[in-house]
């Protein structure tokens, strides 16, 4: 994988900021898009622009046929069975919502359990949070280890009969973790419950079967793959989607309305009211041709060798903490002694380079790590080992400024 001729086919990394050469590595953020999906997207409002599923016009058909094509490409990316699994969202963190307020809701009872991790996103902490709320259920989760993983052995005691959901994401946005979520789902299927996985962070950066997973939900964003934002995709087993009811209601998700009641058209749409994000899909459907292009496997491997030189970089800083496992997904979470992360983040700005600084929106987490904050630089498939190289400069620039002043 060559990495500096990829890059070349992202518009917005041309430039600089602040009188440097922009060095983004905030992807775990949003990632940037390349041309082919910009072009897609283009495209689509330039010449064919319309509504799906309503007009027998040729814009009409040319949009749904985008639309739907997008739909069958996901299906084909994630290895789902078929594409009526495949509902599209405005996000990982509306799939979630779904699955919490259509599944959660009708299936658990005050005597029931939820099983989470301290690492999620606020987005699969939250939704549970308020379903154990409404229906009694109880909220627990599975303990880390020093370096922020999991043992299996903890999640056996964890999960119980009581257990109907456990929720884990495959990869942490804050620790890089690689959670071994099909094994995960293994013992909560033992135990009778369903497992969701939240692919947000795993989705962009390696291969994922959802078959081979055997998730029974898997929930991830566009905009962290290279596609554009406001789309997402909710995979969810036939068997499970077919029983669940919608939670937005509207047109094009019904098949009858009468004055007292309504009835809801087949999957995937019954889930899908409203104009949909037509040129969110469209724009996804590319980003997963750009990632094809390229190959998942190579991807994976490109940016896990990445990240173990940046943490192999930042460990001759001194007074830098790093935190998470030594073999993770690509991206590195630190601190440097006695400078707050927004200053970190402040500094390396006016180098032009982007990195993260805050909670992450993983405020359990943080308060595991003992710190209010940390700062994350985070790599995708157009980075490079000169980024890494001038995120370590800007750090050490970063220390010498702050030692001037204290």
């Given amino acids: 994988m ?4 990829i ?4 518009p917005i990394l041309d430039q600089q900021v602040n009188g440097n050469q922009l060095v983004y590595l905030d992807s775990a953020a949003t990632s940037q898009k390349p041309v082919k999906v910009i072009e897609a997207i283009d495209d689509y409002y330039r010449r064919y622009n319309s509504n799906v599923h309503r007009g027998v016009h040729t814009l009409g058909t040319l949009a749904t046929d985008g639309y739907e094509g997008a739909r069958d490409k996901v299906r084909a990316f994630i290895g789902a069975k078929a594409r009526e699994e495949i509902v599209f969202t405005r996000g990982t963190t509306t799939a979630l919502n ?5 599944y959660g809701r009708d299936n658990l ?7 989470i991790t301290p690492m999620e996103h606020h987005s699969n902490i939250i939704p549970w949070q308020q379903v154990a709320r409404v229906t009694g259920a109880t909220l627990k989760y599975i303990p880390l280890q020093a370096d922020g993983t999991i043992d299996l052995a903890d999640v056996e005691k964890t999960v119980t009969e009581k257990t109907k959901i456990v929720s884990v994401m495959q990869v942490s946005n804050v620790l890089g973790t690689i959670n071994p979520v099909k094994e995960i789902g293994e013992i909560a299927h033992r135990n009778g419950a369903i497992m969701v996985v939240d692919g947000a962070q795993s989705t962009p950066h390696m291969k994922v079967n959802v078959q081979d997973l055997n998730c029974d939900f898997f929930a991830f964003s566009g905009h962290k793959m290279g596609g554009p934002t406001g789309i997402g ?5 036939k068997e499970l989607l077919d029983k669940m009811e919608p939670i937005e209601f509207g047109g094009e998700m019904i098949d009858f309305v ?4 309504s009835t809801w058209k087949e999957l995937p749409w019954k889930f899908e009211g409203g104009t949909p994000i037509i040129a969110g899909a469209i724009g996804l459907g590319a980003a997963i041709d750009f990632l094809n292009e390229i190959g998942l496997e190579e991807i994976e491997k490109y940016e896990h060798e990445l990240a173990g030189y940046a943490l192999e970089r930042l460990s001759e800083i001194d007074g830098m903490t790093i935190y998470g496992p030594k073999h993770r997904a690509g991206l590195v979470t630190f601190n440097i002694d006695d400078v707050h992360p927004h200053d970190v983040a402040t500094v390396l700005d006016t180098e032009g380079i982007a990195v993260r600084a805050g909670h992450h929106c993983a405020q359990p987490l943080m308060k595991w790590l003992e710190v209010s904050a940390t700062a994350r630089a985070s790599f995708y498939v157009y980075n490079t080992k000169e980024d890494v190289d001038a995120l370590v400069a800007g750090l050490v620039k970063t220390k010498e400024y702050f030692g001037d002043v204290f």
């Fill in 98 to 102: 779904l699955v919490a307020s259509s």
């Fill in 233 to 237: 995709v909710l995979y969810g087993k």
């Fill in 258 to 261: 009468g004055l007292q009641e």
């Fill in 7 to 10: 890059k070349k086919q992202f």
């Fill in 109 to 115: 009872t005050a005597d029931d359990e939820i099983v």
């Fill in 2 to 5: 060559n990495a500096k001729e």
